[in-house]
């Protein structure tokens, strides 16, 4: 369907203007920043935990552009004139996630690497951080998309995302975090193995909940 | 401006009923529109104009009866589906790239509804009547065969209200389906009338 890539474009377009895209980096940014405050200089200390922190930075950090994934487009009416076209709510849902991770794990990626020399992270570390991310970043995306599709509208709405969230993500933080001191790839194969998962499950359960909340 | 289609459009709503939100909106219904048929919805606030019209464009799920429509669907409802931060050109640009229009099709309907000169403007920018004109350029952009407008003639001044009538006409000639919720009386001939009461509400079991 050629309306794929514009959608997909017009998704980096509003996180880019509606600030959606340096939200969610700034705060992993100043977390990265604020952890050696805490911690104190100790560069082994810092080395050692400072992987871990990052995880559970981008963890929440993909909490934040929730509130704006679905609702805005649900009362524009954008998504009743996708339907209108004869678009699934699946492929809308497929679209939304794929504009998610271009818009919002793209930049994570890369301020990941300013994050990691805040925290003076060795190299290899960083790298491992890298492939950690680039392959549970899908997850989240997807995540996010799911839980926006099924609170869009509701009172609360991103007290609820956040309750939603946190434990659907443990898996991908436990895998992810274990990666930093993994030497066989163990737990970077478990890491690909539930973002996989994850990432196929996530246009159906968005397409769902969407469908759900259309009346 | 429904060209090359092979099917011929059709609208075809039996015996339908319609429940939102635990109430009855609309019971015991039925249209029939065929090709080169204009549609005119009346009724009170609330009586189910919008409504019906969602159904038709397959949007709501039906209680009961039948719903049958053949041909591709345009609809401008009260939602505008422009980006607000966008120009109008861009904003449009995302439909028609949709629904296969070309950028010299789209200057011709931004035309017909004389927004040629907003262009460039933010779609923010546009006052309440620019707006609705804008989403009657994407439904005369999208070479749908059916159209569905929600009170399209709110806001337009005589000079964009006699331009949707020439438009509307054109449509109708071309084999094209218009269904048209509005409070005022039809200015064109049109192929039926619907007057929907603001029935009691009966609760829903």
Not at chain 1, 15 to 22: E, F, P, Q, V
Not at chain 1, 58 to 76: C, F, G, N, T, Y
Not at chain 2, 12 to 29: C, F, K, M, Y
């Amino acid at each position: 369907m050629s309306g794929f890539a514009s959608l997909l474009l017009r998704e980096i377009r509003t996180a880019w203007i509606g600030g959606g895209l340096w939200l969610p980096i700034i705060f992993y940014l100043a977390v990265a920043t604020l952890f050696p405050f805490v911690t104190g200089p100790d560069k082994a200390l810092l080395a050692a935990t400072g992987g871990g922190i990052l995880w559970i930075a981008a963890l929440l950090a993909s909490l934040l552009p929730i509130e704006r994934l679905i609702l805005p487009d649900r009362e524009a009416g954008v998504l009743d004139q996708l339907n209108l076209r004869g678009w699934s709510d699946e492929w809308i849902a497929a679209a939304k996630i794929a504009g998610h991770i271009l818009a919002f794990g793209v930049p994570l990626m890369l301020a990941s690497i300013i994050a990691s020399a805040l925290i003076g992270l060795p190299e290899e570390r960083l790298a491992t951080l890298l492939i950690g991310l680039a392959l549970a970043l899908p997850a989240l995306a997807g995540l996010g998309v799911t839980i926006a599709a099924l609170t869009a509208g509701l009172n609360g709405a991103s007290a609820l995302g956040g309750l939603l969230l946190v434990p659907l993500a443990v898996p991908i933080l436990i895998f992810g975090a274990a990666t930093l001191d993994d030497s066989p790839g163990n737990a970077m194969q478990l890491l690909l193995a539930i973002s996989l998962a994850m990432t196929a499950l996530s246009p159906f359960a968005a397409g769902a909940a969407l469908r759900a909340a259309r009346e | 401006m429904a060209t090359g289609q092979a099917i011929d459009a059709a609208v075809q709503l039996d015996n339908i009923a319609v429940i939102r939100g635990g109430r009855l909106v609309l019971q015991q219904l039925s249209c029939h529109a065929l090709a080169g048929d204009i549609i005119w919805l009346r009724g009170a606030n609330g009586s189910g104009k919008s409504t019906l019209l969602r159904l038709i464009a397959g949007l709501l799920p039906l209680a009961s009866g039948k719903r049958e429509v053949a041909g591709s669907l345009a609809m401008a409802d009260e939602n505008l589906a422009l980006d607000y931060t966008n120009t109008l050109e861009k904003s449009l640009a995302l439909w028609a790239g949709m629904d296969g229009a070309s950028a010299s099709a789209q200057a011709d309907a931004m035309a017909a509804f004389d927004l040629s000169a907003l262009a460039e403007v933010p779609v923010a920018y546009l006052s309440a009547g620019q707006r609705k004109r804008a989403a009657l350029a994407r439904v005369l952009n999208s070479n749908a065969q059916i159209w569905l407008l929600d009170e399209p003639y709110n806001g337009l001044d005589n000079a964009n209200s006699s331009a949707l009538d020439d438009q509307l006409i054109r449509h109708a000639r071309s084999g094209g389906i218009a269904v048209v919720a509005a409070h005022r009386p039809p200015t064109i001939n049109v192929a039926d009338t619907i007057s929907l009461s603001a029935q009691t509400k009966i609760r829903a079991a």
